[in-house]
Each structure stands twice: as structure tokens, then as C-alpha cells.
């Protein structure tokens, strides 16, 4: 038999698809507790509930006398930073640009198992669905950060597309994907590791390196709601970048 889902965790499912589709972003206040109530037929009690739920976790900000707003999340960093390259190069007064190798959406019959861990998706309940089948369940950017006329990070990147329906149409030669979501998404936590790879070929070719060259190779998930919002590998050759940082 189908579980039903409580009320209240449909109030926090129905608030997140809000921020999540971008009808209500960073600093806007949501529907009162009594709209919400009404909404969903509910008491108060129970929108309360919800309520109080998303802002421990990070989502929400409640104001006494003001109301609710959506919370814009900022990372606790340890080691390394979640940093826009673009910003540090100019910074450092060196020419940037980004070079964007592709774009794609991704369906459920393109993933691989990589991404359906760190996404927690479950591709035989997507494809039991036929209608959604072909809808994507990812969106795919690969770019080429360059500083001074010469790459400095191959960036490949995975996106949830339900919850950021509007990345894959950004010009990311514009616009930093990184500052892209943090402007759309509240994010809310992430986790990283740092490991020396060889550098297989694809991304050899992207920083003009001898394949199997020393990269240093960051990836990183991120987080909203406790779940996977992004995914991103941000590979550098070995003879041109380091990590740093205060202990």
C-alpha cells in the first residue's frame, strides 16, 4: 500500500518546489502560517511545525514580528573554500575567460552509476514511468576556466534539473556556475575530497597537458534540504595550481 505522506511534509515539500522553481528566492518572505494553513486545510499547529523544521534546517529564516523569508545559505568551510575561480583570477589581475566545452541534459537512461549515488536516484522507478523517461533528470555542463591564455580548470559539473529548471540556459562564459546556484538555490551544506589523478585524455586534451600528467582533482557535492543539489569534478593540472589555506 502507498505510504501517505503527513501534512506537514507536504507543506515542506510544497515550499521547497517554491524555491526550488524560483517563485520565491533569497530574502523573499513566504505565504503567512494562516495562508498556509487554508492552503492545505491543515492547523496552524502543523504549518508551524513545518515551518520550524525548515528553518533548523537552514532553509528558512523566521522573523518575530516580520515573518518567514527564504534563508540564503552560506558554507562552513574548513580547508577549501566554495570560491568562483573567475573572481580569484581577476583578483590576481590575470585575463579570464571561460571556454564552455558543452551542454547537455542528461535522462535516466544516460546515467551512469556514479551519478545515480550521488544522487540517490532510482532508475528503474524513473523508467517504470514511460511518460518520464525521456524527461531530464540532470543537466551537464563542462567548461574550461583559462587565466592568461592558458587553462587553468576543466570544470564538469551535474545539476538536479527539477530543482534548477533553468541552469542549462544560462551563458556560462557569462555568468559563474557556481554564483549561479547560490543565487537560486539555498544550499545548505557540502562535502568535498582532493586526490592526485593521471590525467586520462578528455581532460588532457581540455588543459593542454600530456595525457597521464599529475592533476589535482576536486569534486564536490552540495546540498539543500538533504539532498544532492550538485556535483561537480574541477580537475588542475598538477604544475599550475594549488590548494591553500589558514589553519
Known amino acids: 500500500m502507498t505510504k501517505t505522506i503527513p501534512a506537514y511534509q507536504r507543506i515542506k515539500n510544497a515550499i521547497l518546489d517554491n524555491i ?21 486545510g491543515v492547523s496552524r499547529m502543523t504549518v508551524n511545525r513545518a515551518l520550524k523544521e525548515l528553518s533548523e534546517e537552514r532553509v ?41 566545452v558543452s551542454k547537455r541534459a542528461v535522462t535516466a537512461s544516460m546515467l551512469d552509476d556514479e551519478l545515480r549515488r550521488k544522487f540517490g536516484i532510482d532508475e528503474m522507478a524513473i ?30 559539473r551535474w545539476v538536479d534539473a527539477k530543482k534548477v529548471p533553468e541552469f542549462i540556459e544560462q551563458d556560462f562564459t557569462v ?13 545548505e551544506s557540502g562535502s568535498y575530497t582532493i586526490r592526485a589523478l593521471a590525467a586520462p585524455i578528455k581532460v588532457a586534451d581540455a588543459l593542454q597537458i600530456a595525457a597521464q600528467s599529475p592533476t589535482l ?7 539543500s534540504a538533504g539532498q544532492v543539489v550538485t556535483f561537480v569534478k574541477m580537475w588542475h593540472a598538477g604544475d599550475r595550481y594549488q590548494f591553500s589555506g589558514e589553519l
Do not use: C
Open 20 to 40: 526550488h522553481s524560483g517563485k520565491w528566492q533569497a530574502g523573499n518572505a513566504i505565504s503567512t502560517e494562516m495562508a498556509l494553513a487554508e492552503e492545505f
Open 60 to 100: 528558512l529564516e523566521r522573523r518575530q514580528g516580520s515573518g518567514t523569508f527564504v534563508a540564503q545559505q552560506q558554507f562552513n568551510h574548513t580547508f577549501v573554500e566554495v570560491r568562483n575561480i573567475a573572481e580569484d583570477l581577476k583578483s590576481a589581475n590575470r585575463d579570464y575567460e571561460a571556454k564552455v
Open 127 to 156: 523508467m517504470a514511468h514511460t511518460d518520464a523517461s525521456d524527461a531530464p533528470i540532470l543537466y551537464e555542463v563542462k567548461i574550461i576556466h583559462v587565466a592568461d591564455g592558458q587553462p587553468i580548470q576543466f570544470e564538469e
Open 175 to 187: 555568468v559563474n556556475t557556481s554564483d549561479y546556484l547560490v543565487a537560486k538555490i539555498p544550499l
Open 217 to 223: 582533482v576536486l569534486r564536490r557535492q552540495t546540498y
